[in-house]
T-cell receptor, first 115, second 111 residues
Framework: DGGITQSPKYLFRKEGQNVTLSCEQNLNHDAMYWYRQDPGQGLRLIYYSQIVNDFQKGDIAEGYSVSREKKESFPLTVTSAQKNPTAFYLCASSKQNLASGNTIYFGEGSWLTVV | QKEVEQNSGPLSVPEGAIASLNCTYSDRGSQSFFWYRQYSGKSPELIMS????GDKEDGRFTAQLNKASQYVSLLIRDSQPSDSATYLC???????????FGAGTRLAVHP
C-alpha cells in the first residue's frame, strides 16, 4: 500500500539524549515535512524539503536536525538542545508546488516523551 | 497577525444541526485552501480543498471561500457525533513550498 510510515509510534527520551524519528514514503512525492503538535495546539513546521539533499528551516527548527539523502526518507533528530521535546511529531509529504492543487498527506505520527 | 486564524472552540452543536467553522488568512495572494479533520490522538486527514471564490460541496461538507474578505469556512450539514474532532484550516505559504495551519477549532456534536 502507498503511504507514509513513521516509526517508532511511541518513544521515550532521557535528558541529554538525542533521538531520531524515522519517516519513509512510497508515494513518489518530492516534498517532505516535519510538524510538531503540542496538546490542544495546532501544527508548527519544524523543517521541510523540496528535493533530495536540500531542506529549509521552518518556524521552530532550533534543537532539531534533518537529512534528505533519499527521496523516500526524511528522518528527524531531536537533539539534547531541544529543551521541551515532549510532543506529537507528524511527518508529511506532497508533490511540489502546493498552489497547483497539490496538498500534503500525513503519516500516523510519533509520540515523544521526555522521562 | 497570525497567517491563519481560527476560533479554538469548542463549538458545540446538537446532532443533525449545521456546524459552521471559520478561518481567516493574512496573505491576499493565497490561491488554495485546505480543511483537515483530526481526531484526538490521530494524524490530520484532508477533507476538503477549495481554490475559487464561492462554494464547493462534497457530501455533507461545503467549503466557502471569500477572497475579498480573506476568509474560508466549512459547513457540516446533518452533524453526527462521529464528526466530533478538531478541524484545521491550512494555507500554502513561502512561495507555495509549505503549508501553514491554524490552531484548529474543536467541534463537539452531542446526541
Amino acid at each position: 500500500d502507498g503511504g507514509i510510515t513513521q516509526s517508532p509510534k511511541y518513544l521515550f527520551r532521557k535528558e541529554g539524549q538525542n533521538v531520531t524519528l524515522s519517516c519513509e514514503q512510497n508515494l513518489n512525492h518530492d516534498a517532505m515535512y516535519w510538524y510538531r503538535q503540542d496538546p490542544g495546539q495546532g501544527l508548527r513546521l519544524i523543517y521541510y524539503s523540496q528535493i533530495v539533499n536540500d531542506f529549509q528551516k521552518g518556524d521552530i527548527a532550533e534543537g532539531y536536525s534533518v537529512s534528505r539523502e533519499k527521496k523516500e526518507s526524511f528522518p528527524l533528530t531531536v537533539t539534547s538542545a531541544q529543551k521541551n521535546p515532549t510532543a506529537f511529531y507528524l511527518c508529511a509529504s506532497s508533490k511540489q508546488n502546493l498552489a497547483s492543487g497539490n496538498t500534503i498527506y500525513f503519516g500516523e505520527g510519533s509520540w515523544l516523551t521526555v522521562v | 497577525q497570525k497567517e491563519v486564524e481560527q476560533n479554538s472552540g469548542p463549538l458545540s452543536v446538537p446532532e443533525g444541526a449545521i456546524a459552521s467553522l471559520n478561518c481567516t488568512y493574512s496573505d491576499r495572494g493565497s490561491q488554495s485552501f485546505f480543511w483537515y479533520r483530526q481526531y484526538s490522538g490521530k494524524s490530520p486527514e484532508l477533507i476538503m480543498s477549495i481554490y475559487s471564490n464561492g462554494d464547493k460541496e462534497d457530501g455533507r461538507f461545503t467549503a466557502q471561500l471569500n477572497k475579498a474578505s480573506q476568509y474560508v469556512s466549512l459547513l457540516i450539514r446533518d452533524s453526527q457525533p462521529s464528526d466530533s474532532a478538531t478541524y484545521l484550516c491550512a494555507v500554502p505559504s513561502g512561495g507555495y513550498n509549505k503549508l501553514i495551519f491554524g490552531a484548529g477549532t474543536r467541534l463537539a456534536v452531542h446526541p
